[in-house]
């Protein structure tokens, strides 16, 4: 029996995607403080092996537009745990910008609708069966700008609405056994959340800032904490729901 007052350690398994870098890397290491096991899915091998230094944490290699990728990795976690719990849809490509929409190559917006978007299908897919038998749960990382765009940003900009309309379909097949959730991040400082060799620190004026109503960028860790309680018992009677977490950036009414 564990000494009163003593935390009791969750014992569940997650699998999040794009868990090596970023706002992945925030989550997963959220995840592994709370006590779960956590496998991070990264097609970056350099950065993965980084991150399974975290306690709590292993590191697969894989790529998530790709079937037989995905499955692979969903029978390592379970070999690796013997169960999964949850999954966090978070791998997705951002940046640079689409070029004007006459230029647009298909091949440039077909990949990144695989990785941001079917990437999360197939991971479902895969893993819908396990976290039925946990009584599990998924997320869903979208962005602000499934809601708001600026120019040449289709191909990011459909993907991420993509999710939040997948979001809700999922919670609609998959219910009452597993609820899924989106999170729609707005602008997360991630400089400091990079592999070694890529991390560098970050440079973010006043007006930055101020321009948020909360009066700072967001970081990691504001997103991991919404996915954790998303994740959690605490969360049960939500599902199929969109959370934007941007400082108060998209209801910030703004003339120029």
């Known amino acids: 029996m564990p000494a009163k007052g003593a935390r009791t350690r969750i014992e569940k398994c997650a699998l999040v995607t794009g868990g090596a870098q970023g706002i992945g890397l925030g989550i997963a290491q959220a995840l592994a403080r709370e006590g779960y096991h956590v496998v991070a899915a990264d097609l970056d091998a350099e950065a993965g092996r980084e991150a399974a230094r975290t306690p709590g944490l292993a590191f697969v290699r894989c790529d998530v537009s790709r079937e037989s990728s995905v499955r692979a990795c969903v029978r ?3 070999r690796r745990f013997g169960r999964l719990d949850a999954l966090v849809n978070n791998a997705g490509l951002a940046g640079p910008a689409d070029p004007p929409v006459e230029r647009l190559a298909l ?16 991971m479902a897919k895969h893993c819908a069966p396990h976290l039925r038998r946990a009584r599990g749960a998924i997320v869903n990382i979208a962005s602000t700008r499934a809601l708001q765009s600026e120019a040449n940003n289709e191909a990011y900009s459909a993907s991420k609405a993509g999710l939040v309309g997948l979001t809700q379909a999922l919670a609609m097949s998959l219910g009452p056994q597993v609820r899924v959730n ?20 970050a440079r973010h004026s006043a007006q930055d800032h101020a321009q948020h109503p ?20 605490a969360a049960g009677f939500v599902t199929a729901q969109n959370f934007v977490i941007d400082g108060g950036m998209t209801k910030k009414m703004i003339y120029i």
């Open 214 to 233: 909360v009066g700072r960028i967001g970081r990691p860790e504001d997103v991991a904490a919404l996915v954790a309680y998303l994740l959690s018992d």
């Open 107 to 122: 091949a440039q917006w077909n990949r990144r609708l695989a990785v941001n978007l079917t990437g999360a299908l197939l």
């Open 76 to 78: 390592a976690a379970l």
């Open 182 to 201: 989106c999170v729609s991040p707005g602008w997360i400082d991630v400089s400091s959340w990079k592999k070694s060799r890529a991390r560098k620190p």
